[in-house]
């Protein structure tokens, strides 16, 4: 500012030695340029400033909306209720699968009994099968024949006892297991005692919460979006009536040539010292008159800014009401944390209903292997009563001396038949086993939580408390500083109470320079004409040539019969200086 002043300086000292306007009016017709071009410059920038905070909230706001519309709303407080549900019937389900494992624990106790009466009846089998051997060693003759009979007798029923090992340590690891099952189920009931029904009660209120809240949030997010789209259309309408900045600098620099041009004239021409001053004060009428009306055209434009922006900046702050709904993420927090602790629960229960599935899994492949054992124990049976017969009928062809062996050999078919009872026995007991273990996998799979929906559900209220927590307090936030800003803009301008006492100021030190009218043109008028056109040329408002008009000294008729007194430029076509007519005023 300072070195444009002391150019204007030059320039005016250069064109002008005894002017009748003082370097001081030159000096407040600068200052009040200067301070138009800065202030309007700085609140512009501030105002596109805040036409990008706006487009900011906007685009928040419409992420908002789409965050929390009406469908997710629904799907999650519906999720959040369908979790309630599934887990009040847990207590239930844990209470029938305890119940099945109780039964597959009283299944295998009854193997249990089956595999002592086999075990029993091999015994006596066996104490038979040495007794062949020892009867038949007092028979001489056959004698070898019944050892190996007894012999191979007695590797049958030592298979068979194997197999009667095996199928009891079976039994053994499934019993650890089911043991296993029920201690964790034990520990699982104490959980539902404690959680339940109280974390899904709550996780049902906290649905119609959840439910209110975010609609209420789109509800005052759709509103505050309108009043943002609303305050944007007036800052951009501030923005181009910012423009009276802009017209205001150009006509003040217009003004500022005029009054060089008028001293350079009149320095330039033969005129005497009073046609000189009259010739000056004639010119310097007519800019004055552009100065005076620069200032009344201002107040008015510069009224109807400051007005609107004071209207905006009120409008603003009714972005700021959306802050208030942040309230509300503490609340999301407590709720996410209730339902980390129902997630818990759908952990437990989930891996308990892997456990029994895991179980019964492991308890009908076990029936079948220990069915194949049972199996091959009646085959032992089957063996050592084919083995009886045949002995007893060796023992026939023997006479008087073969009844003994023949005896041992009944009863040894007869204990073979009652092995065969205890394998059918057993074979029915597991078939039991297998039965139970399958209806508790089926009944597992139809009490099942999804944990898929409570991920989901957890996951939207994670979301939801970071939007309120976050997009909420930071809309908020961007509402105050669009308000902030808009308010400065209209306080940075004081466009009335200092910019436009200015432009008063340096309009009436003008006049003040002009003095008297000057109607006698005598002996002035064709420097004066040649100052007045040479001025014209800078106009670029129609407001500029009409106030011009008035203090023309020529029409173009008289202008082109006049002599010349020096070059006369031609004024420059009309359309040109329209250009923004339309525009602008």
């Known amino acids: 500012m300072q070195a444009r002043a002391q150019q204007i300086h030059a320039d005016y000292e250069r064109s002008v030695q005894a002017s009748i306007v003082s370097p001081d009016v030159m000096d407040q017709l600068e200052a009040a340029r200067a301070q138009v071009e800065s202030r309007f410059s700085d609140a512009g920038e501030r105002l596109a400033g805040s036409l990008e905070m706006i487009g900011g909230l906007i685009e928040a706001l419409d992420r908002l909306g789409l965050t929390l519309n009406v469908e997710s709303v629904s799907r999650t407080s519906n999720d959040l209720l369908s979790t309630a549900a599934a887990l009040n019937v847990l207590p239930n389900s844990q209470r029938r699968r305890v119940a099945h494992l109780d039964r597959l624990k009283g299944a295998g106790a009854m193997l249990d009994a089956d595999i002592d009466k086999m075990r029993t009846t091999l015994r006596y089998l066996r104490a038979f099968a040495l007794n062949v051997k020892i009867t038949a060693g007092s028979t001489i003759r056959g004698a070898d024949e019944f050892a190996g009979f007894a012999e191979r007798m007695c590797e049958q029923l030592d298979f068979g006892v194997s197999q009667l090992d095996e199928l009891a340590d079976e039994l053994t690891r499934l019993r650890g297991q089911l043991d296993g099952a029920l201690g964790f189920e034990t520990g699982l009931g104490g959980k539902y005692k404690q959680l339940i029904p109280a974390v899904p009660d709550k996780l049902a209120v906290d649905a119609e919460t959840l439910r209110v809240h975010h609609v209420r949030i789109a509800e005052v997010a759709t509103s505050v979006g309108a009043i943002a789209r609303d305050i944007q259309m007036k800052v951009g309408q501030a923005l181009m009536a910012m423009q009276i900045g802009d017209i205001t600098r150009q ?45 009344a055209d201002f107040e008015v434009e510069a009224a109807k800014v400051t007005q609107n922006l004071a209207g905006m900046a009120r409008d ?219 001025i014209a040329r800078c106009y670029t408002m129609a407001r500029e040539r009409t106030i011009h008009a008035a203090h023309a000294v020529f029409d173009e008729a008289e202008r082109a019969e006049a002599p010349s007194e020096g070059p006369t430029p031609t004024e420059p076509p009309a359309e040109a200086a329209d250009e923004f007519d339309d525009l602008l005023f």
């Open 316 to 534: 603003t702050h009714q972005l700021t009401v959306i802050r208030d709904l942040s309230e509300g993420g503490g609340d999301l927090r407590e709720l996410e944390i209730s339902l980390g602790r129902a997630g818990l629960l759908v952990d437990d229960v989930t891996a308990a209903m892997t456990n029994a599935q895991r179980i019964s899994g492991e308890t009908v492949s076990a029936v079948e292997a220990l069915a194949r054992r049972v199996d091959a124990i009646q085959k032992v049976k089957r063996d050592i009563q084919q083995m009886a017969i045949n002995s007893s009928l060796r023992c026939n062809r023997l006479g008087e001396i073969g009844k003994p062996l023949s005896v041992i050999a009944i009863e040894l078919s007869s204990h073979a038949s009652h092995l065969e009872d205890a394998a059918d026995q057993t074979l029915g007991s597991l078939k039991s086993l297998s039965d139970l273990a399958n209806g508790a996998s089926a009944e597992a799979q139809e009490d099942q939580v999804d944990p898929s929906r409570l991920t989901r559900v957890h996951e939207d209220l994670r979301r939801a408390a970071d939007v309120v927590e976050t997009d909420l307090v930071g809309l908020g936030a961007q509402g105050e500083a669009t308000a902030r800003s808009l308010s400065l803009a209209a306080d940075q301008l004081g466009l009335k109470e200092d910019l436009g006492d200015a432009l008063h100021a340096a309009a009436a030190a003008l006049v003040e320079a002009a003095g008297p009218a000057v109607d006698d043109l005598t002996d002035i008028a064709g420097v004066v004409d040649a100052a007045l056109t040479e």
């Open 251 to 295: 006509r003040i620099e217009h003004v500022q040539l005029g009054v060089r041009v008028a001293a350079r004239a009149v320095t330039e021409s033969d005129l005497s010292p009073d046609a000189r001053d009259r010739a000056e004060r004639r010119v310097l009428h007519m800019v004055a008159d552009q100065m005076t009306d620069i200032a």
